[in-house]
């Protein structure tokens, strides 16, 4: 599961992912 984190993890903070999909 790679998004938003920038490193692969199977778990990502919803921040991190929302940052990634705001940009």
């Known amino acids: 599961y790679c998004k938003g984190c920038g490193v692969c993890a199977n778990e ?3 921040d991190a992912i929302k940052m990634e999909r705001e940009v």
Do not use: T
């Open 12 to 14: 990502c903070p919803v």
